[in-house]
C-alpha cells in the first residue's frame, strides 16, 4: 500500500539512482523537511530550541561523523570527545582572533583543523585495528582534552580555563550568544545538519563510500580489488574528523556558549556518540540521526513524565531514568541488534506489502 | 498504525513540553541530588528547602507571598544545567542559584539576557563581583578569591606575619571551580614570598594516588583543597596516609563539611576548613525550623542532614534571598516581584547584625551591604577546625578579612577582559 514502487517506472539514470527511489518515501522526506524548515521556526522558544532541539541536532552532526568513520569505513573510534573540544577550541580561537570573520567560516574551518587533527591521530589505524584502535583514539581523547585544559593560548589565558563565545551574527541576526533568537539558533544548526547529512549521504553512495565499506567489510579483498587503504582510511578519519569538529565548534558557539574542555568533551561524549549510532544503526544516516535522537531526547522525556507528569522526588525521577535509559538501550538492542533503523526498514518492508503480505 | 503514531507523537511532544506558570514566587534550585557530588548537593539543598518552607509556614511567605521552590536536577552536569535553566524559565524565577561553577559560568550569559539574577554564593565566576560589568550576577558574600585570601591570611597569622620561603600546594578539582584561586594565589605569592605548586586532580577525583605521592616528596608546608563532591574524602584520606599533619592542610569552605572528615575517622582529627556561616544548631532560628518544619515532618530530604555545615550553608543562601525579596518588595511597593525587582532587592541588599539576630541567627554571617559596584561582599570567612572525637567543626580564629588590595585589583582585571570580550558598557557611572 505504501512505499510501493508499483507504477513507478524510472525513465532516466538519474531517477532510478536517487536517494529515495520510492515516490511515498521522497514525499514523506520532503514533508519533513518542509515542516523542519518551515513550520518549526514558528512555533520554537527557547526551551525547545536550548534544550531539546538544538542537542538533538548538534549530536547529531557529531553521530554522523562516527558513523561515516565506525559505520561505513569500519574502524571504531573513542576519541569522538576530544575531536568535538579540537572543533570547539579551534572555534573559539578564530572567533576571538579573527572577529570579523563569520561564524559560518569560522565553524567550517574548526572542520577542517579538526580534520587535519584526525587524520593524524588516524595514521595508526594503517597498522592496527578493532580494539587496539580504539585504545590509540582514546589516547587521542585523552590528551587531546588534557592539551586543551593545560596549554593556556587555547583559552586565552582566562583565569578559569573556561572559553566563552562571543557574539556573532550571520545575515545581522546573531547566532551565537545570549542574545540569540530560538529560531535563529535552531536553524543555523538545522542547515548544517541538512547539508552535512545530506553531504554524507552521497557521499556513501558514491566511489567514497564504496571503498570505505570495502575496506570494512574485509581490508585485504578491498586492496587486492584496488582500493588504496592508506587513502581510504585517512579520508574516513579526514571526513569523519570534519564533521565531529562542526559539531564540536557547534557544541560550544551555538548550543552551550561556554565551555570547559575537561566536562565538556570527556570520555563520556565519546560513548555517548558511540552508543547514537550503536542504537541507532551502525552505517546508516538515518540511523546517526534516530540514534541522536533517541540518545538526547529520551532521558528529557522520561524527566519530564517522572518530574512534571507524575510529580515525582527529582532525585528519584534521576535515579529511575536512569535505569530505565539503560534498560530501553537493552531492550532496543535485543529487539533488533542492527538498531532503530534496521526496525524502520523492516517496518518498510512490511508497509511494502501490507494489507495483502503474500 | 498511524493512530497510534500520532497519540504517541502527541504524548511524546506533551512530555517534552515545559510544565506551566503559577502565580507565586518562584526560586529554582538547581540541585544534584545524585552521582559524585551528592555528598554536597543534598546538604545545600535541604538547608535551602528548609528555611524556605520555615518562612512559608510561619510568616505566610515573604510580604504575603508564598514562595515555591522548583527543584531541578542537574547531577553537576552543564548541558543538564542549561536544560534545567530553559525548563523553569517559563514559570517567571526570581533568582536561579545554580551551586556548580561551570553551570554558573553558563547561565551568566543567558539570564543577563533573560533579566534574572544569578546568586553563587561563595562559588561562580569571582569576577563577577564587578557589579558595573555584571549587572544580573551576585557572589555575596564572598567569593574563591577571598577564600584563597583568607587561607593565605591565616598562614600569616600563625607564622608571626612571614610565609617567606614556605611552600605550599593547591589540590585542586581540575576544572573552571578548582582553576579560580591559582590567580590570587600566585599574586599573594609575589607579595609574601612563598612558593606555590599546583596539584590537579580530573573529576571526578576518586583517583588521587599520584598527586599524593608527589606532596610527600615535596613536603610543602601547608596544602590547599579546592575540591567538592567525593573528591573531598579522598583528599582527606590520602593526606591521611602519607601522614601529613592534619593542621597545615586547609580547605575552602566546599570542602568542609561532615560529609568528608567523617568517612575519613579518626586520622581527619584537625583537618582545617574555611566557613562562611555560622556550624552547628545553637541559634534561636532552630526552635522555629523545629516547631513549623521537622516536627510536620515537612523538611525536605531525609532529614540526615538537619544542622551540618552545608545544610547551614543552604540556609544562609536561602536566608539571603528572601530578605532580598523583602528589600525588593520595599523598594517597589509590590508584594508579587519580578526578576528585575529582585535585582534592584539584591543590588541593595544591607544584612546588619541585628537583621542577623532578628531572624534567629546571631553572628552566624557577617553583616555587609551591596551596592552597584560591589556585587561581591565584604569576603569574610572563619577557620575552622574537625575535631574528630567530638565529631564538630569549632572555629578557631576570628573573623579574617582578606586581601582586597590583591582581589579588587584582581576582580578589575578580571571583569575588563570580560567586558571587552563580550561588548559589554559599564555602568553605576
Aim: charged share 15%; glycine share 10%.
Amino acid at each position: 500500500m505504501f512505499y510501493r514502487e508499483v507504477g513507478d517506472y524510472k525513465t532516466t539514470y538519474a531517477d532510478d539512482s536517487q536517494t529515495f527511489p520510492i515516490r511515498f518515501d521522497r514525499l514523506r522526506y520532503f514533508f519533513v523537511l518542509f515542516v523542519a524548515i518551515a513550520i518549526v521556526p514558528l512555533w520554537i522558544d527557547d526551551y525547545w530550541s536550548n534544550a531539546v532541539l538544538v542537542p538533538f541536532l548538534v549530536w547529531s552532526v557529531a553521530a554522523i561523523g562516527l558513523n561515516i568513520l565506525t559505520g561505513y569505513c569500519g574502524q571504531i573510534s573513542l576519541g569522538t570527545g576530544g575531536f568535538m573540544a579540537v572543533g570547539a577550541f579551534a572555534c573559539y580561537k578564530l572567533m576571538t582572533q579573527f572577529p570579523e570573520l563569520n561564524i559560518v567560516f569560522c565553524i567550517l574551518a574548526s572542520g577542517i583543523v579538526t580534520s587535519a587533527v584526525g587524520i593524524v591521530f588516524g595514521l595508526p589505524s594503517l597498522r592496527i585495528k578493532g580494539f587496539y584502535l580504539a585504545v590509540a583514539t582514546l589516547a587521542a581523547q585523552f590528551f587531546l582534552v588534557w592539551l586543551f585544559n593545560k596549554v593556556p593560548w587555547f583559552y586565552n589565558y582566562s583565569f578559569s580555563g573556561q572559553i566563552t563565545a562571543p557574539e556573532r551574527t550571520v545575515f545581522g541576526l546573531p547566532v551565537t550568544g545570549p542574545n540569540v533568537e530560538p529560531w535563529a539558533q535552531y536553524l543555523i544548526c538545522l542547515a548544517f545538519v541538512f547539508v552535512l547529512a545530506w553531504g554524507a549521504r552521497n557521499l556513501t553512495r558514491g566511489a567514497l563510500g564504496r571503498k570505505w565499506m570495502a575496506i570494512r567489510d574485509m581490508d585485504i579483498a578491498a586492496e587486492i580489488i584496488g582500493v588504496d587503504p592508506l587513502r581510504a582510511k585517512l579520508s574516513a578519519f579526514a571526513i569523519s574528523s570534519f564533521y565531529v569538529g562542526v559539531a564540536g565548534a557547534l557544541y560550544f558557539a551555538v548550543y552551550l556558549g561556554a565551555v570547559e574542555a575537561t566536562e565538556a568533551f570527556g570520555i563520556n561524549q565519546s560513548f555517548l556518540v558511540l552508543f547514537m549510532i550503536i542504537i541507532g544503526g551502525l552505517g546508516s544516516i538515518f540511523g546517526a540521526l534516530i540514534g541522536a535522537a533517541f540518545m538526547v531526547l529520551m532521558p528529557i522525556v522520561l524527566k519530564n513524565i517522572l518530574t512534571g507528569g507524575l510529580n515525582w522526588e527529582p532525585s528519584l525521577a534521576t535515579h529511575v531514568e536512569f535505569m530505565l535509559v539503560g534498560c530501553l538501550i537493552m531492550v532496543f538492542l535485543i529487539a533488533e541488534p542492527h538498531g532503530i533503523s534496521q526496525l524502520w526498514n523492516i517496518a518498510k518492508q512490511k508497509l511494502r506489502l501490507w494489507p495483502f503480505p503474500h | 498504525m498511524k493512530c497510534a503514531r500520532l497519540t504517541v507523537f502527541a504524548a511524546l511532544f506533551a512530555a517534552l513540553t515545559a510544565p506551566a506558570a503559577m502565580a507565586e514566587l518562584v526560586l529554582p534550585w538547581l540541585s544534584y541530588r545524585t552521582g559524585p557530588y551528592s555528598p554536597g548537593g543534598i546538604p545545600t539543598g535541604d538547608g535551602f528547602a528548609d528555611y524556605l518552607t520555615l518562612i512559608n509556614e510561619r510568616d505566610g511567605g515573604v510580604g504575603g507571598e508564598l514562595i515555591r521552590v522548583v527543584q531541578c536536577e542537574t547531577g553537576y552536569n552543564t548541558a543538564r544545567g542549561v536544560e534545567c535553566y530553559e525548563q523553569t524559565k517559563g514559570e517567571n524565577p526570581l533568582v536561579y542559584q545554580p551551586l556548580s561553577t561551570g553551570i554558573t559560568y553558563q547561565l551568566i550569559p543567558k539570564a543577563t539576557a533573560d533579566k534574572i539574577p544569578v546568586h553563587s554564593m561563595g562559588y561562580g565566576r569571582t569576577a563577577a563581583a564587578d557589579g558595573t560589568v555584571f549587572e544580573y550576577v551576585f557572589n555575596y558574600p564572598a567569593n574563591y578569591w577571598d577564600g584563597a585570601s583568607i587561607a593565605v591570611n591565616h598562614m600569616l597569622d600563625l607564622n608571626d606575619g612571614s610565609i617567606e620561603g614556605k611552600k605550599i600546594a593547591l589540590v585542586y578539582h581540575n576544572s573552571a571551580y578548582g582553576k579560580e584561586p591559582i590567580r590570587t594565589l600566585e599574586e599573594l605569592s609575589k607579595k609574601h614570598g612563598y612558593s606555590l605548586s599546583l596539584y590537579p586532580v580530573d573529576a571526578p577525583g576518586q583517583e588521587q594516588k599520584s598527586q599524593w605521592l608527589d606532596i610527600r616528596r615535596e613536603q610543602p608546608d601547608y596544602v590547599l583543597l579546592w575540591g567538592w563532591g567525593v573528591m573531598n574524602a579522598t583528599a582527606i584520606t590520602e593526606a591521611a596516609n602519607i601522614r601529613f599533619p592534619m593542621e597545615n592542610f586547609i580547605g575552602i569552605w566546599w570542602s568542609g563539611s561532615e560529609n568528608d572528615v567523617l568517612p575519613v575517622g579518626e586520622r581527619a582529627h584537625g583537618y582545617k576548613a574555611l566557613s562562611l556561616n555560622g556550624n552547628g544548631t545553637d541559634y534561636p532560628l532552630y526552635d522555629d525550623l523545629k516547631e513549623y518544619v521537622y516536627d510536620p515532618e515537612k523538611f525536605s530530604g531525609d532529614g540526615s542532614s538537619i544542622g551540618t555545615v552545608l545544610y547551614n550553608r543552604g540556609m544562609y543562601g536561602a536566608l539571603l534571598t528572601a530578605e532580598a525579596i523583602r528589600k525588593a518588595q520595599e523598594i517597589h511597593g509590590v508584594s508579587n516581584i519580578t526578576s528585575v525587582m529582585m535585582r534592584d532587592g539584591m543590588e541593595n541588599l544591607v544584612i546588619t547584625e541585628e537583621t542577623m539576630a532578628g531572624l534567629g541567627l546571631p553572628n552566624f554571617g557577617p553583616a555587609f551591604e551591596v551596592t552597584c559596584e560591589n556585587h561581591g561582599g565584604p569576603g569574610i570567612g572563619w577557620v575552622s577546625q574537625w575535631d574528630a572525637h567530638a565529631k564538630e567543626w569549632n572555629f578557631i580564629t576570628d573573623r579574617i578579612l582578606p586581601d582586597k588590595e590583591v582581589i579588587n585589583a584582581l576582580v578589575a582585571e578580571a571583569s575588563a577582559q570580560y567586558a571587552e570580550e563580550q561588548g559589554i558598557a559599564r555602568r553605576c557611572q
